[in-house]
């Protein structure tokens, strides 16, 4: 009589389940800068960046600008230096000191006048990110990087409403890369945006002008969403083929024909890179709630639009 033996199962012939990669955790904090020549920032700021450091701990800061209070002719040099020395001070080196890197796009408020971009330059020269740079040779107001190998981000100078031919011809090489095209997720950040957003800002020269020509690089690259500011109304909608996600800011605006909707906020995005999808999650500065995606209006009609809002960028 034969005898059964057991059949052990070795660890070399069971195949390990594969670990599913960890999403990437990315704050968005938008406009936070005071009045022309402030050297001050609104409590919400601090708050909001206690939060970062102590609580949240992302992978990545990306800002879509205004992160001083520039763009006034009769500021001074020292007080323009004044400023960044503050931002520094309140922002950048504590996100520095914690591991977290921060990029941004520059505003109006940074890089408006040619003094202020001029300063701009000398403050980002001497605090550059430590960052995976892919195109840096008009950093800090146009830069591509890529982000744990999964994220390629692109940075456009759009401070003001002409964003032209010679960007969107760099934006569409950007996004044609290898590390470009190896990366799951694709995302685009610029301080105007493409459509309004906000009641006050809702008119020509705050929004960017002729902006189907740049949504179109955009659709075509693949990219999952244009990341804005200036607007100070968190929104996230779809124009087009195009996710737009308007960062909102600290001390926010009314929403395009949606008086008392003004809010200070800011946005922690959960990026699956494998999936090459985002969820998000968005605070208000002030208070610490929860902002939840289905009490926004489900439809802006402003200039450049309409946007329809979406819950999640896929």
Known sequence: MRRLLPLLLTPLLVAAAPVPAKPLRVVVLSDFNGSYGSTAYPAALTRSVGRIVREWRPDLVLSAGDLIAGQQASLTDARVRAMWAAFDRDVHAPLREAGIPFAAALGNHDAGLSRDRRLAAEYWREHAPKLNYVERANFPFRSSFTFGGSLFVAVLDASGPNVGADQRAWLARQLATPQARRAGIRLVLGHLPLAGVSEGKNKPGEVIRDPLPLREVMEEGQVL??????????????????????????????????????????????????????????????????????????????????????????
Do not use: C, M
């Not at 109304?233 to 195009?242: D, I, Q």
């Not at 949606?258 to 922690?268: D, E, I, K």
């Not at 939840?292 to 450049?304: E, F, H």
């Open 225 to 314: 969403a244009y990341v804005s500011g200036h607007h100070a109304a968190f929104y996230p909608g779809r124009l087009g083929g195009l996710n737009v996600l308007a960062s909102g800011g600290i001390g926010g605006r009314h929403y395009v024909g949606h008086p008392g909707t003004a809010r200070s906020t800011v946005t922690l995005l959960s990026l699956n890179t494998a999936q090459g999808t985002a969820t998000f999650q968005t605070f208000d500065a002030d208070t610490g709630a929860d902002v939840r995606t289905a009490s926004l209006p489900a439809r802006l009609s402003g200039l450049g639009g309409p946007l329809v809002r979406v819950n999640d960028l896929e």
